[in-house]
Every structure is written in structure tokens, then in C-alpha cells.
């Protein structure tokens, strides 16, 4: 079966457009900002402004892979994805992405407030014309900018709550768009070969493995006053500053470990593949001290 030529599209196929793993992360800051906001929402609508913004992530992921078709085709790693194994066709992920993406902007509208809502459609068109499709293909400072559509969801949670924007959700935003060259860099480094086949002008493949190391420890070490940041702004307590203070330290030491490191070794598990998945649960862990935090203070 060829490209041109679709098989119909099964549920999974939808559910895989939507990139489910990357959207529980981004799914966890949103409720975390929902969590930490001052006021509360009733249940039924928590709930829905939560699956507003996993909807609507969903569909800027859908809406990528319809313009990535081609790039994914040529990467080993998204090679498997609906559109470039041809399980379906592009004209249905457009009206999948743009369908879902109206539904989970009105909803949030109507359910919360219309600021959420804008907030919403904004780190989705953001997502879409800004990173993937002016940045991305252009320069290597694409994640740096484009990670911004990131970082919205704890604006996005706390708008739904509050409608309007104040310093904590700022910082946590601060803080996803710093993690993001460090957490992207890490992978980009063991899977460049994939990148520069597909001719995407990622840091490694531009400037080369000593400048990407020397990138993610400089992006490191902006992280981490963005990590603090929330305590010493008072803006959290003791139980944040302290898990903030050792989960940074060890991602730290191992930012470190890359930069000393001269090459990847793709088949192995090095000090990038590892920088990478602590970047993960890195991000976990300091959203659950915020709640944490927040709850304990009472605050
Ligand atoms: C422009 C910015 C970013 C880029 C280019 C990027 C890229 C990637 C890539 C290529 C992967 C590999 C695995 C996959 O395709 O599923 C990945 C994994 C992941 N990303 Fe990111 N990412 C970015 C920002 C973010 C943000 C903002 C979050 C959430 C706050 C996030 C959460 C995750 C998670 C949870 C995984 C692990 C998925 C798994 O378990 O396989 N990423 N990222
Ligand atoms: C709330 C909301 C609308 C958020 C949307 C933004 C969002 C899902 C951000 C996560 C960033 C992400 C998945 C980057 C993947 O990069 P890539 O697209 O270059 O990865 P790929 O090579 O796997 O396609």
C-alpha cells in the first residue's frame, strides 16, 4: 500500500495523530495551573477546561503531522505515523486537526471563560505557523522560539480559573521554555542522522555536537534560575525550593556530563539518551511541588 493510495483510518490511527504520550506532559502543567489558581471551578468544568487543552494539543498535533507528512516519511522515528505509512489520507487529518481545534477552543469558551479560550487557540497557532511551519524548517533556533507553544498550559489551567494571567503561571511558563532546549537538544543528539536526512535544520546537524552540548548546558543553567525562581520570588514555599533545588542539581550534573562528552553513541544508553528521559520526569516532578506546595501552605 502506498502513500497515495490511504487505507481507511482506524481509531488508533486518530489517537496517534493527536502524539498521546508528549500530551500527558502537557496535559499535567495545564492541570497543575489549574490546580495552584486561586478560586476553584466546579468539577464537570475542571474537568472539561482539562480536556479542552488536551484536545486542542491534540489537534496542533494532528495539524502538524498533515504539513510533516513528507519530513516524517524520511525519519526512522516518525516514518510508522498515519500519514506516511499511509494508513490515511491528509485532506482527513486537515479536518480532523482544524475540526478539533474549533471544538476545543468554543468549548473552553463556553465552559470557562473566552481569555482561556484565546489563550488556547494561541499556543495552537502558535504550534502550527510558528514552529512548524515558518521555524522549523528554517533555523536551528526553532525549538527555541517555538517551544513557547509549550509552555502555555499552566497559563492555560490557571486562565480557566481565574480568566486572567498573574506572576506564578508566568514563572511555570518560564520555566517549560527553558527546559525545552535541553530536553529536545538531548534526543536531537542521538537521533541527528534522522534530522539531517530529512533535511531539518536541527543544532546538531548546523552546528555540529560541541556547540549542541555547549547549548544545553547554557540553556541548563537558564533553567535553573527559572526553576527557582517561584521561591525566591516567594511565589512558593519550602517543599517547591527544595524538590526544585535537588531535581535541578541532578539535572545540572547531568547537563555537565553531555557537555564533556565528544560523540553519541546512537546504539547505547549515554549521558544524552539519559538527560533526555530525566527531562521528562524532571518537568513531572517540579509541577507536583507546585500543587504540593501549594496545598500544604494552604495557600
Ligand atoms: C519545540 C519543543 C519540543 C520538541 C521539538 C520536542 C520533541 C520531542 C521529541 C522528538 C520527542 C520524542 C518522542 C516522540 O516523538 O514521542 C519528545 C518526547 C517527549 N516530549 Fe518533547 N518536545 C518539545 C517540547 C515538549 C514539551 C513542551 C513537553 C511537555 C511539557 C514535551 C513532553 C514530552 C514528553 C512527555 C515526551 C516523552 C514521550 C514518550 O514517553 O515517548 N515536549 N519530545
Ligand atoms: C495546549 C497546546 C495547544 C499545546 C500544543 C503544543 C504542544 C503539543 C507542544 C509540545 C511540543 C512538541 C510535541 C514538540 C514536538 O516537536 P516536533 O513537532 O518537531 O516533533 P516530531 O518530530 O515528533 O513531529
Given at each position: 500500500?502506498?502513500?497515495?493510495?490511504?487505507?481507511?483510518?482506524?481509531?488508533?490511527?486518530f489517537?496517534a495523530?493527536?502524539?498521546?504520550?508528549?500530551?500527558?506532559?502537557?496535559?499535567?502543567?495545564?492541570?497543575?495551573?489549574?490546580?495552584?489558581a486561586?478560586?476553584t471551578?466546579?468539577?464537570?468544568?475542571?474537568?472539561?477546561?482539562?480536556?479542552?487543552?488536551a484536545?486542542?494539543?491534540?489537534?496542533?498535533?494532528?495539524?502538524?503531522?498533515?504539513?510533516?507528512?513528507?519530513?516524517?516519511?524520511?525519519?526512522?522515528?516518525t516514518?510508522?505515523?498515519?500519514?506516511?505509512?499511509?494508513?490515511?489520507?491528509?485532506?482527513?487529518?486537515?479536518?480532523?486537526?482544524v475540526?478539533?481545534?474549533?471544538?476545543?477552543?468554543?468549548?473552553?469558551?463556553?465552559?470557562?471563560?473566552?481569555?482561556?479560550a484565546a489563550?488556547?487557540a494561541?499556543?495552537?497557532?502558535?504550534?502550527?505557523?510558528?514552529y512548524?511551519?515558518?521555524?522549523?524548517?528554517?533555523?536551528?533556533?526553532?525549538?527555541?522560539?517555538?517551544?513557547?507553544?509549550?509552555?502555555?498550559?499552566?497559563?492555560?489551567g490557571?486562565?480557566?480559573?481565574t480568566g486572567?494571567?498573574?506572576?506564578?503561571?508566568?514563572a511555570?511558563?518560564?520555566?517549560?521554555?527553558?527546559?525545552?532546549?535541553?530536553?529536545?537538544w538531548?534526543?536531537a543528539?542521538?537521533?541527528?542522522m534522522?534530522?539531517?536526512?530529512?533535511?531539518?535544520?536541527?543544532?546538531?546537524?548546523?552546528?555540529?555536537?560541541?556547540?549542541?552540548r555547549?547549548?544545553?548546558?547554557?540553556?541548563?543553567?537558564?533553567?535553573?534560575?527559572?526553576?527557582?525562581?517561584?521561591?525566591?520570588l516567594?511565589l512558593?514555599?519550602?517543599i517547591?525550593?527544595?524538590?526544585?533545588?535537588?531535581?535541578t542539581?541532578?539535572?545540572?550534573?547531568?547537563?555537565?556530563?553531555?557537555?564533556?562528552?565528544?560523540?553519541?553513541d546512537?546504539?547505547?544508553?549515554?549521558?544524552?539518551?539519559?538527560?533526555?528521559?530525566?527531562?521528562?520526569?524532571?518537568?513531572?516532578?517540579l509541577?507536583?511541588?507546585?500543587?504540593?506546595d501549594?496545598?500544604?501552605r494552604?495557600?
Amino acid at each position: 500500500m502506498t502513500a497515495s493510495v490511504p487505507l481507511p483510518a482506524e481509531w488508533r490511527d486518530f489517537v496517534a495523530l493527536t502524539k498521546p504520550r508528549v500530551m500527558t506532559l502537557v496535559v499535567f502543567t495545564g492541570l497543575c495551573g489549574l490546580l495552584v489558581a486561586p478560586g476553584t471551578l466546579p468539577p464537570a468544568l475542571a474537568f472539561t477546561a482539562i480536556l479542552c487543552i488536551a484536545l486542542g494539543a491534540g489537534a496542533a498535533g494532528a495539524l502538524n503531522q498533515w504539513y510533516e507528512a513528507d519530513r516524517d516519511a524520511r525519519m526512522k522515528r516518525t516514518a510508522g505515523r498515519p500519514l506516511p505509512a499511509g494508513r490515511m489520507s491528509r485532506e482527513s487529518a486537515l479536518h480532523f486537526g482544524v475540526g478539533l481545534s474549533f471544538f476545543s477552543v468554543l468549548l473552553m469558551g463556553v465552559a470557562t471563560n473566552w481569555f482561556a479560550a484565546a489563550v488556547l487557540a494561541v499556543s495552537i497557532l502558535f504550534y502550527v505557523f510558528i514552529y512548524t511551519i515558518w521555524l522549523k524548517p528554517r533555523t536551528a533556533q526553532n525549538i527555541v522560539i517555538g517551544g513557547a507553544a509549550g509552555a502555555f498550559p499552566p497559563l492555560i489551567g490557571w486562565a480557566a480559573v481565574t480568566g486572567d494571567i498573574a506572576a506564578l503561571p508566568i514563572a511555570l511558563f518560564a520555566l517549560i521554555f527553558f527546559w525545552t532546549p535541553p530536553h529536545f537538544w538531548s534526543l536531537a543528539l542521538f537521533v541527528r542522522m534522522d534530522y539531517a536526512n530529512a533535511g531539518i535544520p536541527m543544532l546538531p546537524v548546523v552546528a555540529g555536537e560541541t556547540a549542541t552540548r555547549r547549548q544545553i548546558l547554557l540553556y541548563t543553567a537558564i533553567m535553573a534560575v527559572a526553576a527557582l525562581a517561584p521561591v525566591l520570588l516567594r511565589l512558593t514555599g519550602l517543599i517547591y525550593g527544595l524538590t526544585a533545588l535537588v531535581a535541578t542539581g541532578i539535572f545540572a550534573a547531568m547537563a555537565l556530563q553531555v557537555s564533556l562528552r565528544r560523540e553519541t553513541d546512537p546504539a547505547r544508553m549515554g549521558p544524552e539518551k539519559r538527560l533526555f528521559k530525566y527531562s521528562v520526569l524532571y518537568l513531572f516532578l517540579l509541577f507536583a511541588a507546585v500543587v504540593v506546595d501549594h496545598w500544604v501552605r494552604g495557600a
